[in-house]
Structure formats: structure tokens, C-alpha cells
């Protein structure tokens, strides 16, 4: 299947970013109450869940495990002086893996008690699967590589067929290694996640790759859970219908990545704010509100809102913790509906087009900025100029914006631009500080 026009696609950005608006304005009002900061001996670059537990990774190359919603923290791996871990995830309650810059890849076969080192090259890591400890995937800044021998060897991902069309989706946006056998990577678009997208597919443990396209559908995210791929977003309906058909929620699942079967699972909590920033504990339907719709019956989990939210969130049965400049957690508590006052979510943005030519100066490594954001009282497009003070190990310790048409929005673009990466910047072969002066450019969204 081909995505044939993106006419479908285009209605879907219009209607969320009508959604989105008209739910900031319900939920802006609301307090961090219930949130609580959580003080790690490092700077947390990513956080997860596996199980009742909690795992970060960070700065001087940390692993770390909480058992008590994020309250106290046991370090289990530290290289100190060392690299960023970017990613950590678990594929079952044994097995993990975690991933950064220098090519840093460990993995875990004891429930992350031990952390072993295996080989990725020399270049950082962007994004990373694995299905076991022999099967995965990997993205760096330039290349997409397979393995099946546990990083022994790398292959580049290649596709001959429909090679002009990958052009027109050049952002990777999310990774599956699903078993040892199957693989999978979503390709955007933009970098955003409301973009249009399609698919890379192998059935033969990469040996050849396929691209497959789901028509009708804006998808969010593509998630390894129960053994089969998940995806969840919005799909437009009743096209032929005057006024050209309106968007729905939708869920689907897939064990080859070829054949996708809709959810049966309720999906009206989705209705509204849909159900976007999704892993595998659920996915965020507005501020407020985490919907599991992955098990045989959709739950629903309701915690306080938090304008500082972002889509860098972990949760337990009892807690969510998410990475904003700090990590900060809080308690989620079952619900059998969704709430009524619960405020827009985040929006997930990838790392940059595949390939992209490297900058003069420091290299972003990540650096999310959400392009469309809400204000009481003005409208249109801005250009915000930054200036970054950019550490050793490439971390962001401070940020001044300019050109921002209030106070709010001035802070959620330094809340964000706080969060991105950079390579280490060398002078003579040392890594030292430095400055940067750069310039984002956003559109600002009245509320309904």
C-alpha cells in the first residue's frame, strides 16, 4: 500500500492543531500541584519503565534504577568523565539496552544488575532497537544499520525499490527490532509527529527491505509491545461524504508490519485530544491523562496536569515521572473516564533528516523545538533567537530567548532548548565550553 495523496493528511494537521488549541485553553490554568522533583546525581537524558521499575541514563554515562516511583535511585553502571547515554529501554523484564554518543551501546541479559559493553562504531547513537541481544537496529546521524550478530557486524539499511519516494520521507522517527526476523523503521515527512509517514519493513532479518504505506492515516508512533507492532493516531474516514470526511482515533497492530489489523479496544477517550506521545505504558490523550489501549481493555490512568510536561515520560501503576530541566514524578490514579480539564499534550519531534550535513560549530546531536505553540493574544509566525551555553559533555547549561511574543511561550522554548545535545565541540583535540547564538522559528495559535 501507497500513500497516494496527502489531501487526507493535510485535514488531520488542520484538525489537531484546532484540538490542541481549544485544549490548552481548558487546561493553561492548571498548577504543577501533586508534582515533585526528583534530585539524581546526574544530569537524566532518558527515562523508562520496566515493569514496577523506574531506569534513567544520562550524563558520565549513568544507568540507574528506582524501585519507589522515582524517589531514591540505585546507579548500577557509571563511567565517570564518560559519554551521554541518550537511550535505555527494556524488551522484557531481562533483557535491555542502552545507547549514546561515541558509539556507547551496553546491554543487560540480568534485569540491568550487570551492563555489559558491545562494538557500534565510533559514531553517536541517535536511536536504537533491539529484539534480543543479537537482533537491532540503529541510527546514527548519517547511516541506519542493522545487526543480527550483536553488533559484530553492521549493515546499512537498503532499499532498491521506490528509492525517489524515501526522498520525500527523510526523518526517522521511530525504530522496531520485533523479533529476529522482523524489523521496522517510520519514516516522516518532517519531524514532527502529526507529519505524513510510511514504512521500511524485513521479514528475513534485513535481507531485503519493502516500503509499505498505510493510507488515510497520521500515526504517532510505532512501539514494540506484546510481540507485535503497535501504532496509534488518526485515521479520516467517510472522505467521499460532503466536506470530505473528519478524523478518528485509531489503533493498529501487526506481526509482520505488512498486515495491519485495527484495534477493537475503545478508543473514545482518544476522541477529543487523540491519544499522541504513546510507549509502551500507553499513550498521552491531553495533559492529564494516560490511556492503555494495548491490553484486551482500554484503562485509563488520570494524573495532575503539568505545563512543563514533556514527551520524555515514563509511568508505573502508581507514578509518572517525565524529564523536563529536572526529572519530576507524580502519582496516576485509575479512573473509569477521562476528565474534562486535562491540557494539551507534547509534541514528539525526531532527531534531524538522515544524512543532513553537519554545521560549522557545535553539533546538535538532539534538539527537539515544538514549531507550533498558544497564545491569549497574538497569532502568526516569529523568529526566536537563542543563545546557548553549551558544556563539556555537550549539555545545554543555559538559555536566553528573544523575540518571544510573551512570557509563556518565551519559557516552553527555553524549557526546550534546555533539553537539547550537542556533540562535545573540540579545540586541540579537548573538549571544552562554548557559546552558541542560534534562531528557531515557531507559529503562535490563538485558543479557540
Known sequence: MRNKSLTPFVFVLIYLALVFASTYARGEENGPSGWHTRDLPFRVLSVVSNGSKLWACGTDEVLAVSSDGGEHWQIKHQVHDGGLLLNVAFTNEQFGYAAGTGGRLLMTEDAGETWTPHSAGSATILQVSFADKQHGLIRTSASLLFTTDGGANWTPVSVVEAASELKTFPYIFALVALDAQHMAVMLKQGSAQYEPQTFLITDDSGKSWHVVGIPNVTLYSLLRVQDKYWTVGTEVIHKDQPGGGYGVPVALFSS???????????????????????NTQGCLSGNGLIVNLYASKTT????????????????????????????????????????????????????????SDVSQGPHCISCPMDKMLIDKNVQGPFTIRLALKIAQNGTVTSVAADGAPSSEIKSRIEQQ????????????GVPVNVKLNTNVQVFVLKPR
Open 300 to 355: 485509563l490512568a488520570s494524573f495532575p496536569s503539568n505545563k512543563k510536561l514533556t514527551p520524555e515520560w515514563a509511568a508505573t501503576n502508581s507514578e509518572i515521572c517525565f524529564l523536563g530541566g529536572q526529572l519530576e514524578c507524580a502519582g496516576v490514579q485509575p479512573v473509569a473516564q477521562a476528565p474534562s480539564n486535562e491540557g494539551p499534550a507534547p509534541t514528539v519531534v525526531s532527531p534531524g533528516p538522515l544524512g
Open 417 to 428: 532548548a534546555q533539553q537539547w545535545l550537542f556533540e562535545p565541540y573540540l579545540k586541540d
Open 256 to 278: 509482520d508490519g505488512v498486515k495491519w489489523e485495527h484495534s477493537s479496544n475503545d478508543l473514545s477517550s482518544c476522541k477529543l485530544e487523540m491519544c499522541t506521545v504513546c
